[in-house]
Protein backbone atom coordinates (compact mmCIF):
# COMPACT_ATOMS: atom_id res chain seq x y z
CA UNK A 1 0.00 0.00 0.00
CA UNK A 2 1.47 3.60 -1.09
CA UNK A 3 1.59 6.46 1.61
CA UNK A 4 -0.97 8.46 -0.30
CA UNK A 5 -3.67 5.09 0.21
CA UNK A 6 -2.68 4.65 3.65
CA UNK A 7 -3.13 8.17 4.62
CA UNK A 8 -6.76 7.66 2.83
CA UNK A 9 -7.81 4.72 4.58
CA UNK A 10 -6.72 6.42 7.77
CA UNK A 11 -9.17 8.96 7.43
CA UNK A 12 -11.70 7.03 6.09
CA UNK A 13 -11.04 4.68 9.91
CA UNK A 14 -10.86 7.51 11.82
CA UNK A 15 -14.04 9.39 10.42
CA UNK A 16 -16.14 5.73 11.10
CA UNK A 17 -15.24 5.30 14.40
CA UNK A 18 -13.30 1.92 13.53
CA UNK A 19 -10.23 2.19 15.73
CA UNK A 20 -9.33 0.98 19.41
CA UNK A 21 -9.91 1.82 23.19
CA UNK A 22 -6.71 3.50 22.98
CA UNK A 23 -6.68 5.65 19.82
CA UNK A 24 -9.77 6.98 20.98
CA UNK A 25 -8.32 8.08 24.50
CA UNK A 26 -5.77 9.24 22.45
CA UNK A 27 -7.55 11.51 19.55
CA UNK A 28 -9.73 12.87 22.71
CA UNK A 29 -6.11 14.71 24.28
CA UNK A 30 -5.39 15.92 20.39
CA UNK A 31 -4.03 19.01 19.06
CA UNK A 32 -6.70 22.25 17.97
CA UNK A 33 -5.99 21.05 14.60
CA UNK A 34 -7.30 17.11 15.35
CA UNK A 35 -10.61 18.49 16.59
CA UNK A 36 -10.47 21.06 13.43
CA UNK A 37 -10.12 17.57 11.08
CA UNK A 38 -12.82 16.07 13.10
CA UNK A 39 -15.38 19.40 12.59
CA UNK A 40 -14.55 19.09 8.96
CA UNK A 41 -15.29 15.02 8.88
CA UNK A 42 -18.46 16.19 10.19
CA UNK A 43 -19.37 18.57 7.69
CA UNK A 44 -18.27 16.51 4.82
CA UNK A 45 -20.51 14.12 6.04
CA UNK A 46 -22.96 16.80 6.27
CA UNK A 47 -23.07 17.92 2.55
CA UNK A 48 -22.87 14.11 1.20
CA UNK A 49 -25.86 13.32 3.42
CA UNK A 50 -28.05 16.42 1.72
CA UNK A 51 -26.56 15.69 -1.75
CA UNK A 52 -27.73 11.90 -1.33
CA UNK A 53 -31.32 13.21 -0.15
CA UNK A 54 -31.47 15.48 -3.25
CA UNK A 55 -30.20 13.77 -5.70
CA UNK A 56 -29.83 10.14 -4.72
CA UNK A 57 -26.32 8.47 -5.52
CA UNK A 58 -24.87 5.78 -8.08
CA UNK A 59 -22.97 3.06 -6.05
CA UNK A 60 -23.51 1.11 -2.92
CA UNK A 61 -20.73 3.13 -0.90
CA UNK A 62 -21.93 4.86 2.13
CA UNK A 63 -21.50 8.53 3.44
CA UNK A 64 -18.39 7.85 4.92
CA UNK A 65 -16.69 6.16 1.60
CA UNK A 66 -18.61 9.35 -0.19
CA UNK A 67 -17.02 12.04 1.81
CA UNK A 68 -13.21 9.75 1.30
CA UNK A 69 -13.39 9.89 -2.44
CA UNK A 70 -13.98 13.69 -1.89
CA UNK A 71 -10.76 13.83 0.25
CA UNK A 72 -8.83 11.99 -2.56
CA UNK A 73 -10.37 13.77 -5.23
CA UNK A 74 -9.09 17.49 -3.53
CA UNK A 75 -5.95 15.42 -2.07
CA UNK A 76 -4.77 14.47 -5.36
CA UNK A 77 -4.95 11.23 -5.49
CA UNK A 78 -6.50 9.20 -9.03
CA UNK A 79 -9.76 7.19 -8.92
CA UNK A 80 -7.53 4.06 -8.59
CA UNK A 81 -5.77 5.23 -5.46
CA UNK A 82 -8.86 6.43 -3.90
CA UNK A 83 -10.79 2.82 -4.53
CA UNK A 84 -7.34 0.85 -3.19
CA UNK A 85 -7.78 3.62 -0.22
CA UNK A 86 -11.62 2.45 0.28
CA UNK A 87 -11.63 -1.38 -0.22
CA UNK A 88 -8.68 -1.13 2.42
CA UNK A 89 -10.80 1.00 4.52
CA UNK A 90 -14.03 -1.28 4.03
CA UNK A 91 -12.22 -4.53 4.94
CA UNK A 92 -10.48 -3.50 8.33
CA UNK A 93 -13.92 -1.93 9.17
CA UNK A 94 -15.87 -5.23 8.35
CA UNK A 95 -12.76 -7.06 10.42
CA UNK A 96 -13.29 -4.67 13.40
CA UNK A 97 -17.16 -4.92 13.33
CA UNK A 98 -17.30 -8.84 12.80
CA UNK A 99 -20.35 -9.31 10.87
CA UNK A 100 -22.49 -7.21 12.60
CA UNK A 101 -21.90 -4.47 10.09
CA UNK A 102 -25.02 -2.96 7.66
CA UNK A 103 -22.66 -1.94 5.07
CA UNK A 104 -23.91 -2.30 1.15
CA UNK A 105 -20.68 -2.01 -0.62
CA UNK A 106 -17.98 -5.03 -0.93
CA UNK A 107 -14.73 -3.90 -0.78
CA UNK A 108 -14.13 -6.27 -3.59
CA UNK A 109 -16.38 -4.24 -5.52
CA UNK A 110 -14.80 -0.59 -5.54
CA UNK A 111 -12.59 -0.13 -8.31
CA UNK A 112 -12.09 2.97 -10.13
CA UNK A 113 -15.01 3.31 -12.44
CA UNK A 114 -17.04 2.86 -8.27
CA UNK A 115 -15.00 5.81 -7.62
CA UNK A 116 -15.95 7.85 -11.03
CA UNK A 117 -19.57 7.60 -10.27
CA UNK A 118 -18.94 8.29 -7.27
CA UNK A 119 -17.31 11.74 -7.76
CA UNK A 120 -19.75 12.59 -10.34
CA UNK A 121 -22.47 11.75 -7.96
CA UNK A 122 -20.89 14.45 -5.84
CA UNK A 123 -20.38 17.19 -8.63
CA UNK A 124 -16.33 16.82 -8.92
CA UNK A 125 -15.52 16.82 -12.36
CA UNK A 126 -11.89 16.22 -13.35
CA UNK A 127 -10.91 18.38 -16.34
CA UNK A 128 -9.90 14.36 -17.76
CA UNK A 129 -13.68 13.20 -17.39
CA UNK A 130 -14.66 15.96 -20.16
CA UNK A 131 -11.63 14.85 -22.76
CA UNK A 132 -13.25 12.23 -25.39
CA UNK A 133 -11.32 9.72 -26.23
CA UNK A 134 -10.48 8.99 -30.11
CA UNK A 135 -10.85 5.46 -31.11
CA UNK A 136 -7.33 4.71 -32.39
CA UNK A 137 -4.79 2.61 -30.12
CA UNK A 138 -2.43 5.16 -28.85
CA UNK A 139 0.27 2.16 -28.21
CA UNK A 140 0.67 1.77 -31.85
CA UNK A 141 0.96 5.85 -32.42
CA UNK A 142 -2.70 5.96 -33.60
CA UNK A 143 -3.76 9.30 -32.40
CA UNK A 144 -7.37 9.17 -34.53
CA UNK A 145 -9.80 11.84 -33.41
CA UNK A 146 -12.63 11.63 -30.89
CA UNK A 147 -15.77 10.24 -32.13
CA UNK A 148 -17.67 13.71 -30.74
CA UNK A 149 -17.10 16.75 -28.87
CA UNK A 150 -18.14 16.45 -25.84
CA UNK A 151 -19.50 20.28 -26.19
CA UNK A 152 -21.91 18.85 -28.85
CA UNK A 153 -23.10 16.11 -25.88
CA UNK A 154 -23.26 18.26 -23.46
CA UNK A 155 -25.85 20.54 -25.84
CA UNK A 156 -28.10 17.82 -26.53
CA UNK A 157 -27.95 16.36 -22.78
CA UNK A 158 -28.93 19.78 -21.53
CA UNK A 159 -31.90 19.56 -24.22
CA UNK A 160 -33.39 16.41 -22.96
CA UNK A 161 -32.04 13.70 -25.55
CA UNK A 162 -31.82 10.52 -24.33
CA UNK A 163 -28.08 8.27 -24.96
CA UNK A 164 -29.84 6.95 -28.01
CA UNK A 165 -30.96 9.74 -29.47
CA UNK A 166 -27.40 11.31 -28.74
CA UNK A 167 -25.81 8.24 -30.25
CA UNK A 168 -27.74 8.90 -33.40
CA UNK A 169 -27.19 12.85 -33.67
CA UNK A 170 -23.59 12.32 -33.21
CA UNK A 171 -22.74 9.25 -35.00
CA UNK A 172 -21.22 7.33 -32.11
CA UNK A 173 -21.98 4.38 -30.31
CA UNK A 174 -24.25 4.64 -27.42
CA UNK A 175 -21.35 3.01 -24.71
CA UNK A 176 -19.02 5.55 -25.79
CA UNK A 177 -21.79 8.20 -25.48
CA UNK A 178 -22.95 6.98 -22.29
CA UNK A 179 -19.68 7.21 -20.52
CA UNK A 180 -19.45 11.04 -21.11
CA UNK A 181 -23.30 11.72 -21.02
CA UNK A 182 -22.96 10.97 -17.37
CA UNK A 183 -20.31 13.49 -16.94
CA UNK A 184 -22.37 15.75 -18.86
CA UNK A 185 -25.00 15.20 -16.58
CA UNK A 186 -22.97 16.17 -13.53
CA UNK A 187 -21.92 19.35 -15.38
CA UNK A 188 -25.15 20.34 -15.87
CA UNK A 189 -26.47 19.73 -12.49
CA UNK A 190 -23.75 21.59 -10.96
CA UNK A 191 -24.32 24.61 -12.96
CA UNK A 192 -27.58 24.89 -12.14
CA UNK A 193 -26.83 25.14 -8.57
CA UNK A 194 -24.08 27.74 -9.42
CA UNK A 195 -21.39 24.68 -8.74
CA UNK A 196 -22.51 24.78 -4.78
CA UNK A 197 -22.08 21.95 -3.95
CA UNK A 198 -18.37 21.56 -5.37
CA UNK A 199 -17.52 24.84 -4.30
CA UNK A 200 -18.47 23.63 -0.62
CA UNK A 201 -16.13 20.54 -1.37
CA UNK A 202 -13.37 22.50 -2.06
CA UNK A 203 -13.60 25.08 0.35
CA UNK A 204 -13.74 22.62 3.08
CA UNK A 205 -10.78 20.53 1.79
CA UNK A 206 -8.35 23.06 0.39
CA UNK A 207 -7.82 26.00 3.15
CA UNK A 208 -7.19 23.88 6.28
CA UNK A 209 -4.06 25.40 6.93
CA UNK A 210 -6.25 28.99 6.97
CA UNK A 211 -7.19 30.34 10.15
CA UNK A 212 -9.17 32.49 11.68
CA UNK A 213 -13.21 32.97 12.09
CA UNK A 214 -13.26 33.97 8.68
CA UNK A 215 -12.52 30.86 7.15
CA UNK A 216 -14.66 29.46 9.43
CA UNK A 217 -17.37 31.36 9.00
CA UNK A 218 -17.29 30.99 5.01
CA UNK A 219 -17.32 27.35 4.77
CA UNK A 220 -20.18 26.95 7.04
CA UNK A 221 -22.18 29.66 5.16
CA UNK A 222 -21.47 27.65 1.88
CA UNK A 223 -22.80 24.35 3.90
CA UNK A 224 -25.84 25.73 4.90
CA UNK A 225 -26.49 27.48 1.55
CA UNK A 226 -25.89 23.94 -0.23
CA UNK A 227 -28.20 22.04 2.54
CA UNK A 228 -30.92 24.18 2.25
CA UNK A 229 -30.46 24.49 -1.47
CA UNK A 230 -32.05 20.74 -1.06
CA UNK A 231 -35.56 22.31 -0.68
CA UNK A 232 -35.81 24.42 -4.14
CA UNK A 233 -36.75 21.58 -7.13
CA UNK A 234 -34.12 22.43 -9.56
CA UNK A 235 -34.49 19.15 -12.19
CA UNK A 236 -32.80 18.82 -15.75
Known sequence: ?????????????DA????????????????????????TDERLRELVAAMRERYGFSTALDDDAYALVARGRFGGADDAEIAAAVRDALAEREG?????TDAEADPVDVDAETVR???????????????????????EGDTADPPFE???LKR?????????????QLDAEPDAVAKYAAVARADLTSTRTNDRFRDTFRDLLTDADIEGSLASDAREDGLREATED??????L
Open 230 to 235: IETDVS
Open 96 to 100: DEGDD
Open 117 to 139: KARLDLHLVRESDREVEGDGDES
Open 16 to 39: TGAETVTERQDAARGTLSDRDEGA
Open 1 to 13: MDEKTADLRDLFV
Open 150 to 152: YAD
Open 156 to 168: LTAAGNSIVECAE
